[in-house]
């Protein structure tokens, strides 16, 4: 018995050893292992209840709710904060900031200002030649030189500087501001205030009712600022509140559609074009007085490719673009582009557009800072139609309406 007893007494605390090292062992083995955890106390459950009927209400609403929202139940739109602070409303990001063109009353006054920094030689020469206390044969040899050096035409010239005699014989004007008067007077005959220089943009009834689109197409010779011209005369029309759509017919000239399309977008105006270059110019052309009809608006300009006035090909093409649109629309106006530093060259050009595409307005371009503002006088008598805009600058709004009396009075340095 004792020895038994003895053996116990060596056995027990070796097993009591060995069991703690084992569970030591074990437990540094789980926090090592990822993934491993300590089991955890199941909670207890307590005794089932009824279910009422509320939960189950605001369930069906809260789905419902969403399918009206457009999203998935249990999901809610992220709400702003109390106050609305830390929040910055931008409903149109990404959307073009569009230009706002300038106001159009007032923008001929400009013309003055250039021509006075540009020294208007046109006005000076004749002021300082009339101011004289007396006229010799050579002065007013010198007075329609002057004049015919400004291109104001042989015809126009010879009418000015006879009127000019008769009055300073008969009147017996030694005043320079008389002089200046009487000057100003005969000036603003020759242009001709009466000529209609309104833009034909108001819509035109069809046959059968339709509320069409005003059509107005631009052509003239390269180089003369068309493309651009016609650009500044879509932010005319803007600014007048109209709506617009350009239709980039000039398939001839590399990136002249892209052009269009630039000086459209600046003032939120879309562009009917063909994605490659070459295409035919009279199917643009259709496609855009369609595409106008379609969107209702009020007028349509279209461009067309730069052309010299004496390749028969080229001008025939004008008229077919001509023909293809007045199956959709009349074309209520025709535009000339000429370059106003181009004088006697110029009236050349306009001849042979205006028996082709039936010209019913000009537009004179670089006009500020020329001497040859009389080619507003000469292009007039020569085809008979009156001119309707120039062109006072580089900048996007220096396009106005041709005001008679504004252009004379900048010619004198009024």
Do not use: C
Request: charged letters at 25%; zero cysteines; a negative charge.
């Amino acid at each position: 018995m004792n020895e038994f007893l003895d053996a116990l007494w060596y056995v027990v605390p070796t097993l009591v050893v060995l069991g703690g090292a084992g569970w030591w062992g074990v437990s540094a083995s789980r926090k090592k292992r990822p993934g491993v955890s300590e089991p955890t106390p199941k909670p207890q459950q307590s005794a089932p209840q009824a279910p009422t009927a509320e939960p189950a209400r605001q369930a069906n609403e809260e789905q419902t709710d969403a399918e009206q929202a457009g999203t998935e139940p249990g999901h809610s739109e992220p709400q702003e904060p109390a106050g609305g602070e830390g929040i910055v409303e931008n409903q149109d990001a990404g959307a073009p900031v569009l230009d706002v063109p300038e106001a159009v009353p007032g923008r001929f006054a400009r013309l003055r200002s250039r021509l006075a920094a540009s020294g208007s030689p046109l006005g000076a020469k004749l002021l300082a030649v009339l101011s004289k206390d007396h006229l010799s044969e050579d002065d007013w040899d010198e007075l329609e030189e002057t004049l015919l050096l400004a291109d104001i035409g042989a015809g126009p010239a010879g009418e000015l500087i006879d009127a000019l005699r008769t009055q300073v014989r008969v009147q017996a004007i030694k005043d320079p501001a008389r002089v200046k008067e009487l000057l100003r007077t005969e000036l603003i005959k020759l242009v001709d205030p009466s000529l209609d220089r309104s833009l034909a943009t108001q819509r035109t009834n069809a046959a059968q009712g339709e509320n069409l689109p005003a059509v107005i197409m631009v052509v003239g010779v390269n180089g003369t600022g068309k493309t651009t011209t016609l650009g500044k005369l879509t932010r005319v029309l803007v600014a007048e509140g109209k709506s617009v759509l350009l239709g980039a017919a000039d398939t001839f000239r590399a990136a002249a559609a892209d052009q269009l399309e630039t000086w459209g977008a600046r003032v939120g105006v879309p562009t009917v074009r063909s994605e490659r270059d070459g295409a035919d110019p009279a199917s643009v052309a259709f496609d855009a007085a369609r595409t106008a009809k379609a969107t209702d608006v009020d007028v349509l300009l279209v461009d067309t490719a730069g052309r010299l006035q004496n390749k028969t090909g080229l001008m025939d093409e004008l008229g077919k673009i001509a023909r293809v649109v007045e199956k959709e629309a009349p074309i209520g106006e025709v535009l000339l582009v000429l370059d106003a530093t181009t004088g006697q060259n110029g009236l050349n050009q306009a001849r042979v557009f205006a028996q082709v595409a039936g010209v019913t307005g000009i537009v004179l371009t670089k006009l500020d800072g020329t001497a040859k503002g009389g080619i507003v006088v000469a292009v007039q008598r020569e085809l008979g139609v009156p001119v309707k805009l120039v062109g006072l600058g580089e900048g996007p709004d220096d396009l106005a309406p041709f005001d008679p009396e504004q252009f004379v009075g900048s010619i004198l340095g009024d």
